[in-house]
């Protein structure tokens, strides 16, 4: 008697871990790379398999800077990795691998490191590259809306460019490897930004906020501006952010006007970024 309950246990363990293991993560628990980097597919296979890859869902990733998104990285600094999906099916969980790497084709590399992961994400190293990955199915607030994120630390210089891969997987949460979920993959790439380049774009710039303090319009004024992309922000001391507008130098002068009426009294942050490169003001309302 005793060895059929031993024997039933056994197979009900083995049963449980069939169900439930890929959704500790393919990487942890199968030893599987699915983001597309290293020459890797960018589908689950072998065990706990879902469906395949579908335009129904969707997956992009952003890189973050102060909550301004950017497109290269200066080495050693601290970003925010957000990862965005959505599924047209309304699927209730979901589930992701990421991984950053330079280099290319099969001779790419771990690019970076990562913070403290949050709750329900977990990392695992594969041919030396770093997997992020879910913990367990991750269900978010709204079905069919995925959203997650982490912190991401750039390598040292002279690695060049980093290309971000992330698959996601878009699933129905009933704890079976079900050909009706679905996955979604995407990459993006990021620049390295040298020091000469950082420290030269706010050099030869006269940046002026005023009236300060501010009543109702607050101008800002960029002369001998090097031309390009430029981020323009407003905090409040709490972090807050009231405003965020992308904006295009084409000369060297340049003015933009904010409503500051519903502001409240009070010491604000004014941020203006370009190329990695941030500057700060204060201004007073």
């Known amino acids: 008697m005793k060895k059929r309950v031993l024997l039933f246990s056994v197979v009900m363990l083995l049963g449980y871990i069939s169900l439930s293991s890929y959704q500790s993560g393919l990487a942890l628990i199968y030893g599987q790379n699915a983001t597309g980097a290293n020459g890797t597919a960018t589908s689950c296979g072998g065990g706990g398999c879902h469906g395949g890859n579908s335009a129904n869902t969707t997956v992009t990733i952003t890189v973050d800077s102060g909550t ?26 979901f589930g992701f691998q990421f991984s950053s790497v330079s280099g290319t084709g099969t001779s790419q590399v771990n690019a970076g490191s990562y913070g403290t992961l949050p709750t329900g994400i977990h990392s695992a190293t594969i041919s030396g590259i770093k997997i992020v990955e879910q913990s367990y199915a991750l269900r ?20 060049g460019t980093v290309t971000m891969y992330c698959t996601l997987n878009s699933v129905n949460g009933n704890g079976t490897n079900d ?9 993006t790439q990021l620049t390295e930004l040298s020091s000469v380049t950082v420290n030269n774009v706010f050099d030869n710039m006269s940046l ?28 409040d001391l709490n972090g807050k952010m009231l405003l965020h507008e992308e904006t295009v130098v084409n000369n060297n002068n340049y003015e933009m006007s904010i409503n ?6 009070g010491l604000y942050l004014v941020q203006i970024a370009k190329d990695g490169a941030v500057k ?6």
Do not use: C
């Open 68 to 93: 301004i998104a950017v497109n290269h990285y200066k080495p050693g600094k601290t970003y925010t990795i957000r990862i965005h999906g959505t599924n047209s099916s309304n699927l209730a969980a």
């Open 140 to 159: 978010p607030a709204i079905a069919g809306v995925y959203d997650t994120s982490f912190s991401w630390t750039a390598p040292a210089a002279g690695t």
């Open 179 to 187: 050909p009706a979920d679905v996955s979604h993959n995407t990459n």
């Open 208 to 235: 002026n906020l005023y009236p300060n303090p501010v009543v109702n319009t607050l101008h800002v004024q960029m002369a001998q501006a090097t031309e390009g992309n430029y981020s323009i922000a407003v905090f």
């Open 260 to 265: 500051t009426s519903n502001w409240n009294s």
């Open 280 to 285: 700060t003001m204060k201004v007073i309302k």
